[in-house]
């Protein structure tokens, strides 16, 4: 089975902290995105990736930052928490769509970190 | 930009009943893919059925199917036969066309649906 894991289920952190989520996947996936949902307003993209060392803001981007060092691994770095960056934050990972042979075109999910910052 | 639209935010049917969800999105693009994904309370996302808009035939998955009107920018799930365990939050997303390095998926707001027993 696919696997997609992030670091925390829970987390409250002082505003001002600078805050780490990593998430981490074993299915040798290229695409890796990072989304943050909210009542109401759905998932939206913050930032994702499709290599190693390659990243793309997404619709939100502002206040977030992210790092790929190595293909599995995708943190989503928060330079100094405030309380609007209350959330639940989701990882995901999926293979390019332009390999064409592979069927599982869709993202598979970590299992969310609700994130509360203070 | 592409958007995706539901508009039914909650939604509630008795056991057994067949429920359908819409949701609509707006694109220039010809090839893309669509899904459907659930979040039941649990909070962990499961696919609950894809297609490839090159397709015609809409995609079935057991009981859930969807009506696929791609001149109408339109991509509903129909859930036949309900079961409590369809309680959970839907999400309709959209992918963009196969193109190395845009490949992300966007969401709409989501439709909470409760299975009454």
């Known amino acids: 089975d696919v696997k997609v894991t992030q670091s925390s289920r829970y987390l409250v952190k002082r505003t001002g902290e600078k805050v780490f989520l990593e998430c981490v996947q074993d299915m040798d996936h290229e695409n890796m995105f990072w989304y943050r949902q909210d009542p109401g307003l759905g998932l939206r993209l913050i930032y994702f990736s499709y290599d190693v060392k390659m990243k793309e803001k997404g619709d939100i981007p502002e206040g977030y930052s992210v790092s790929r060092e190595k293909k599995e691994r995708f943190s989503l770095i928060l330079e100094s928490a405030s309380t609007n960056q209350t959330s639940m934050y989701l990882c995901?990972?999926?293979?390019?769509?332009?390999?064409?042979?592979?069927?599982?075109?869709?993202?598979?999910f970590g299992q969310g970190t609700r994130l509360t910052v203070v | 930009a592409q958007t995706v639209t539901q508009s039914q935010p909650e939604m509630s049917v008795q056991e057994a009943e067949t429920v359908t969800l819409s949701c609509t999105y707006d694109t220039s693009e010809n090839n893309y893919y669509l899904f459907w994904y659930k979040q039941p309370p649990s909070r962990q996302m499961i696919l609950v059925i894809r297609?490839?808009?090159?397709?015609?035939q809409n995609a079935t998955e057991n009981r859930f199917s969807v009506n696929f009107q791609k001149a109408a920018k339109s991509f509903s799930l129909k859930i036949s036969d309900s079961q409590l365990g369809d309680t959970a939050m839907y999400f309709c997303?959209?992918?963009?066309?196969?193109?190395?390095?845009?490949?992300?998926?966007?969401f709409g707001t989501g439709t909470r649906l409760t299975i009454i027993p």
């Open positions: 297609q490839e808009a090159y397709k015609q």
């Open positions: 997303a959209f992918m963009n066309p196969p193109n190395f390095g845009n490949e992300k998926l966007t």
């Open positions: 995901a990972s999926s293979f390019p769509s332009s390999v064409r042979r592979r069927r599982n075109t869709e993202a598979f």
